[in-house]
């Protein structure tokens, strides 16, 4: 009888310590200062990959900002390494949009995410609305300083403004957007709200994109054959052949060793395309698309690229979901997002 307690009481502890052995190694690494998030992920056994949050351009959007790698056995408070992405451009993406009443301009330029007003003087088009909080393991973060974790929430807002409302900087609040980031090991996740503050008209983007990094080799998307050379075509706007929603919901950059995969969840909100325009002749439209160049980048725009007039009354609203994975690149991690 006593050996059998022995038995089962030395299984409990080297289960407990399995568990917590495991929950360590899935623990990310969270460093606040000021304005200012770093996050630390595993990449592959030999990597981290250090994730910089901060407020961008005139706008003041908080998004992501720089990707740094580092050695594996660095010490978890040191966020020092090798920049491999580093960017103003937005993430989550800007907008087409337009108010309905009391306009100043007939102007239709891109407002939000990090994007200005173009000319001589550039003007902010949208304004930072703060965080509702800042959360580790549901455990509120309101110092500066360095914590230790599973999952990192992130809840903030910006005010976005109708190109044709902005005077210089006489303008107004016309959408309400809302971010929830939650962030765990080697996972971004993203959901987006949007909110009419007045009668607007979505005529393009909502959605996710990311630049084309020289760290990263090639780039691909779900469903879909072709591999393309990071930064390798020339110029321009290119659409994928495939106009599936439901096939292209994940694209993804990959070099050697480690993968960046950005997907949009289908079966949410407007991901699944269904308040996206039709791809015509004058107007090409995919689910996913790119610019080729030195500063190409990959996009996921659940209302399209130009073209599309969905209407917003007051306090009416449309959502959305994604993510960015950041992986090992292996044939299985590959198969799971191209296949």
Do not use: C, W
Request: overall charge negative; glycine content about 8%.
């Amino acid at each position: 009888m006593k050996k059998r307690i022995l038995l089962i009481s030395f299984l409990f502890i080297v289960i407990i310590t399995l568990f917590f052995v495991y929950k360590s190694d899935n623990n990310i690494y969270v460093n606040i200062d000021g304005s200012e998030i770093k996050v630390k992920h595993s990449l592959t056994k030999e990597q981290n990959i250090i994730v910089v949050y901060n407020q961008n351009r005139d706008n003041e959007t908080f998004d992501m900002s720089q990707f740094i790698v580092q050695d594996k056995d660095s010490d978890k408070n040191d966020f020092k390494g090798e920049v491999v992405m580093k960017t103003a451009t937005d993430f989550v993406s800007p907008y087409g949009l337009l108010a309905e009443n009391n306009t100043v301009n007939n102007k239709g330029f891109t407002v939000g995410g990090s994007h200005s007003t173009t000319g001589a003087n550039d003007y902010p088009t949208s304004r930072f609305g703060g965080f509702d909080s800042i959360k580790l393991d549901d455990q509120n973060l309101d110092k500066d300083g360095f914590y230790e974790g599973r999952e990192l929430t992130l809840n903030l807002s910006h005010y976005i403004y109708a190109s044709n409302t902005i005077d210089g900087f006489n303008t107004r609040d016309s959408l309400l957007e809302e971010r929830t980031y939650k962030i765990t090991d080697g996972e971004h996740n993203v959901d987006v709200s949007l909110t009419a503050l007045e009668d607007v008209i979505l005529t393009r983007y909502a959605g996710l994109q990311m630049i084309q990094p020289d760290y990263y080799d090639h780039f691909a998307f779900s469903s879909q054959p072709e591999a393309y050379t990071v930064q390798g075509e020339e110029e321009g706007r290119y659409t994928l052949k495939s106009k599936s929603y439901e096939d292209i919901h994940s694209a993804i950059l990959y070099n050697d060793s480690s993968m960046l995969i950005m997907s949009i969840d289908r079966d949410f909100g407007i991901g699944d395309g269904s308040l996206a325009p039709k791809s015509t002749d004058e107007f090409p439209q995919s689910p996913m698309t790119f610019t080729g160049g030195e500063f190409g980048k990959i996009y996921a725009h659940n209302l399209g690229r130009n073209n599309n007039k969905v209407t917003l009354e007051k306090d009416e609203s449309l959502a959305y979901s994604g993510s960015y994975k950041f992986k090992a690149n292996n044939l299985i991690n590959r198969k799971n997002y191209i296949d």
